[in-house]
């Protein structure tokens, strides 16, 4: 076993600050009401907090288009208010990790006016990525993530600026020393604040190719694939391992990097235990399971035996040289009891079943709000009911550009859209699910009568109550935190089925993926043992016990459950 870290230990919870709680009746969740839950977080048996981001923002793509690293939102309150949110949290025992969005700035941030403006020299001309038109013709055919060219010409410069998200997220230039001090600079203010850790958004594409080639059309694309020149570029291990050495070892910190298109070689660069770069790194491979090509878009259910292989091999790559990171959610991705689950009848078990499929892994878990008490994915009929820039987006290019008809288009949003997963937190069953007094940002799911935390507080076999058992189970066996993994069912596509091993222990997670009664074998090297079941989402758990184990707790000759 390699060394324990408390952040190997660890369970995070991913707040999204304007969808959590509202303490002023403005309809936007704010860092006062993330104050007022603590309790409720504490109590839940989590150790640190993820908010996604609180800086100043125009909120072209909510937050994560920043204008002052040094400020907080105005919807989202005040510095003191921070403080004092901190402060409460601490006095918990619970962390804060901020995330840092530093691959792109908003292009109202105060460098991206001097920029802009920074013709012949001075210290901000080259703080963005500039570059000449082709003749009437952006640099390259990059495509935007959110839409048209990544390139957008600027009246006052005459020249380009690069954006690989919205035109209002125009990419910072790492290879400008200038940046990199400005960003560690930022860092550090955090850090002196107290602030724990930090997820690190987009941080594989801080370094591109210089020579900003085309990039490769697919089908019927209007841009080239940006990715081969942007994501895991050499430059991103140079930068990490600088902004390790110059400002995280100084520090007791939780670090992990949001990391598009890496494969677990990438994985071990990034988050191994001898790389100096990040404690770890969220893999998105498991995420594009459902994926159709390239494109999330598309309305297809995944694969059981697909999602299997990714996670074994990421569990059994990473083993002993890095460490994994575990989400089935964030505030980009569908509800997983929708997607992977069952959000009709079997909600609650298929819930239960993917939150004990995933805490048993080996990983630090990651708990986006919500997930705790089953939220599902919420479908809207039109377009303009959507929010998210990204649906929007890519709704305007794949019914104008590449020939989807509108019906279609509607369908896979609805199954995909980063908006199911930004529905106000249900809180309990009156307005709004007590989620704001004043009238929400954003539509609460109607479903918030009879899925709410209030609710679910008060019934010890609920969703709720089930997550704080896994995550004491946790804190209490250390085979859940350092076995190793071994997938035992790798053909079914039935039933995803693993062992953990540590030392002379055995853990054995059995989890049934569908909606029917499977038969399985208990594996021959529990035959004959002694076990116990640490936690099942069945209530019957006593009589799966004595049909796994016989009444002595031994387990049959035939040792099928
Ligand atoms: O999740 C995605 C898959 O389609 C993308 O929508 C997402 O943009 C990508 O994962 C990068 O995510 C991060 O950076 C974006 C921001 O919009 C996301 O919310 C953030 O998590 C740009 O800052
Ligand atoms: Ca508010």
């Not at 204008?67 to 619970?94: P, Q």
């Not at 529905?423 to 940002?441: I, L």
């Not at 009664?517 to 116990?532: A, C, H, Y």
């Amino acid at each position: 076993m390699k060394e324990q870290n408390w952040w190997k230990e660890c369970v995070v919870y991913q707040i999204y600050p304007r969808s959590f709680c509202d303490s002023n009746g403005d309809g936007i969740g704010d860092i006062n009401g993330i104050t007022t839950k603590l309790d409720y977080l504490k109590d839940l048996g989590v150790d640190v907090l993820w908010l996604s981001p609180v800086c100043k923002s125009p909120n072209d793509d909510n937050g994560y288009d920043i204008s002052n690293y040094r400020d907080i939102m105005e919807e989202f309150g005040t510095m003191e208010d921070f403080h004092r949110m901190l402060e409460e949290a601490h006095k918990r025992g619970l962390k804060i990790m901020l995330d840092l969005v530093v691959n792109h700035t908003s292009d109202e941030h105060e460098w991206f006016n001097q920029s802009k403006r920074a013709l012949d020299g001075g210290k901000y001309r080259d703080y963005y990525i500039w570059k000449k038109g082709k003749g009437e013709n952006p640099p390259n055919n990059w495509g935007s993530f959110f839409g048209g060219s990544a390139w957008e010409y600027c009246e006052e410069r005459k020249e380009y600026y690069l954006h690989i998200f919205s035109r209002k997220q125009p990419d910072l230039n790492w290879e400008n020393p200038a940046v990199r001090e400005e960003i560690y600079d930022m860092m550090q203010w955090w850090l002196n604040k107290g602030i724990d850790g930090f997820r690190m958004d987009v941080i594989n594409l801080i370094g591109k190719d210089q020579n900003f080639p085309d990039g490769i059309k697919d089908g019927n694309a209007p841009y080239g694939d940006l990715v081969p020149y942007t994501h895991n570029m050499p430059q991103a291990h140079i930068y990490l391992k600088e902004m390790n050495e110059k400002i995280l070892s100084k520090h007791d910190v939780i670090t992990v990097g949001e990391t598009l298109n890496t494969s677990v070689e990438d994985g071990i660069k990034y988050a191994g235990f001898d790389e100096n770069e990040l404690n770890m790194i969220f893999t998105f491979e498991h995420m594009n399971v459902d994926n159709l090509g390239n494109s999330k878009w598309n309305d297809q259910r995944f694969e059981l035996r697909k999602l299997k292989e990714i996670m074994t091999r990421w569990q059994n790559g990473m083993y002993q040289k890095a460490w994994n990171s575990l989400y089935w959610n964030n505030h980009d991705q569908p509800r997983v009891v929708s997607r992977f689950g069952n959000d009709g009848p079997y909600r609650e078990l298929s819930a239960k079943m993917l939150a004990t499929c995933l805490h048993m892994m080996q990983g630090t878990p990651y708990i986006y709000q919500g997930e705790e008490i089953g939220m599902t994915n919420l479908y809207f009929d039109t377009i303009e009911e959507y929010e998210d820039i990204e649906s929007r987006t890519a709704f305007e290019q794949c019914t104008k550009m590449e020939g989807v008809d509108e019906e279609t288009m509607m369908r896979r949003i609805r199954w995909k859209s980063r908006d199911n997963a930004r529905t106000p937190m249900q809180w309990n069953s009156r307005e709004n699910a007590g989620f704001t007094k004043g009238t929400p940002w954003f539509t609460v799911n109607p479903n918030y009568k009879s899925i709410n935390v209030e609710d679910q507080q008060q019934n010890e076999e609920s969703i709720l109550n089930y997550y704080k058992r896994l995550i004491a189970l946790r804190k209490k066996y250390r085979i859940i935190v350092y076995g190793d993994y071994r997938l035992l069912d790798p053909e079914s596509d039935k039933t995803f089925t693993y062992m953990r091993t540590l030392d002379q222990e055995k853990l054995l997670v059995a989890c049934n993926f569908t909606d029917a009664q499977v038969r399985m074998q208990i594996p021959d090297e529990l035959k004959g043992t002694k076990g116990r079941i640490l936690i099942s989402n069945y209530s019957h758990e006593d009589k799966m016990l004595i049909a796994a184990y016989g009444s002595e707790g031994r387990t049959g000759e035939d040792g099928s459950i």
